[in-house]
């Protein structure tokens, strides 16, 4: 694991460790007050046998932006970058060498300071990353497709708030609603929030739709960034791959080149999914994040009734099939696009 202590002096000499138990003061504020944010992103075998990692900047970029939101001590990102590159580049035997495989990374910055004044915790901070080989969450063919279970009583976050960064403090109070969507055979929440039903995540991933355009083409919808919606590497990725693909930068498997997918990051809302549905205009929902990639959603439970979408033999659509293919494609280093797998 690598730690870096920090203290009124700044950032200690940066450590390569084993794996093993912190030890920390009881009255730490991340224990009280939960300054903790983190990361989660994935390295890849490349074909030369050598570990990568996708669009690793971005990364320590919300990283960055996490921890000044909790008043943590701020940080050079492409120092921390160099840390985790080494890190992985030492640890590149845990990365198992099988497709849709990986090792997952999660580096962590929580608030050590020895006090239980309720107070800022930009004096006493460590930052530690820890890393998990990974297998793929959906298996084409052989898994469903996700079920969400809506929540209309409950909101992941609102405006003004901390949905848009990843501290620890946002996942906890999720906790209850996922055991409860899981106890009526859900896999993950669909947050929305207000009384329009406006559509937020499917649990700790990013949702999206595509829609039939009278002229052949798609739209591809996604709730824009409000400051409710975590701003998902994966889902930057996806719409800058639509885009490119609508440009005629690149061309993804299985959708024609004539096949402009036109991207929109909108206010979505579930009567409105529920009527495209009903229309025969919605053609796929899915998700995508960094630990499933994409992964298609086959319904979405409300008040005791299931609304259900079209059915893909894999369990993906097309969009989302191309989309998830190129997405590996590149994490894994087989085609090269702009810079985005990164070398450690
Ligand atoms: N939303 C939430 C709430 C998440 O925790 C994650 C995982 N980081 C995502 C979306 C997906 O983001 P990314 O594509 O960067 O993994």
Not at 30 to 51: N, Q, R, T
Not at 144 to 166: C, F, I, N, Q, S
Not at 219 to 246: F, K, N, Y
Request: glycine share 8%; proline share 9%; with cysteine.
């Amino acid at each position: 694991m690598l730690m870096v202590d920090y203290d009124p002096s700044g950032w200690n000499a940066p450590e390569i460790k084993p794996f093993g138990p912190l030890s920390l003061d009881p009255t730490s504020s991340c224990f009280h007050y939960c300054p903790c944010v983190f990361e989660g992103m994935k390295a890849y075998l490349g074909p030369d046998g050598k570990p990568r990692l996708f669009r690793p900047e971005l990364n320590m970029a919300r990283l960055l932006r996490s921890a000044v939101r909790a008043t943590l001590p701020a940080f050079d990102p492409a120092a921390a970058l160099e840390l985790v590159k080494r890190l992985v580049a030492q640890e590149a035997r845990w990365i198992p060498n099988k497709p849709y495989h990986g090792l997952y990374i999660r580096p962590t910055i929580i608030g050590t300071r020895p006090n239980v004044g309720v107070m800022p915790t930009d004096d006493y901070a460590l930052f530690f990353t820890v890393c998990v080989p990974a297998g793929p969450m959906f298996k084409p063919g052989s898994s469903t497709p996700l079920a969400l279970l809506a929540m209309e009583d409950r909101v992941r976050a609102w405006p003004g708030g901390t949905g848009a960064y990843k501290l620890g403090a946002n996942y906890a109070p999720a906790f209850e609603s996922q055991k409860e969507a899981a106890s009526r055979g859900y896999n993950q929440n669909l947050w929305m929030i207000g009384k329009n039903q406006q559509i937020c995540e499917a649990g700790i991933m990013n949702f999206l739709v595509v829609l039939k355009r009278e002229d052949g083409s798609v739209d591809l919808l996604t709730p824009e960034l409000d400051g409710t919606i975590l701003p998902g590497v994966t889902r930057q990725s996806i719409l800058e791959l639509a885009r490119a693909h609508t440009e005629g930068r690149t061309e993804l498997d299985g959708i024609l080149p004539s096949t402009k997918i036109h991207t929109r990051e909108t206010l979505i809302t579930l009567p409105e999914v529920r009527e495209w549905n009903a229309q025969g205009k919605l053609l796929e929902v899915f998700a995508c994040g960094t630990a499933a990639v994409v992964v298609p959603i086959g319904r979405i439970g409300i008040n005791d009734e299931d609304i259900v979408f079209p059915k893909y033999e894999e369990g993906y659509g097309p969009v989302a099939k191309a989309l998830w293919q190129r997405l590996v494609a590149i994490q894994e280093g087989r085609i090269e696009w702009e810079g985005w797998s990164v070398p450690c």
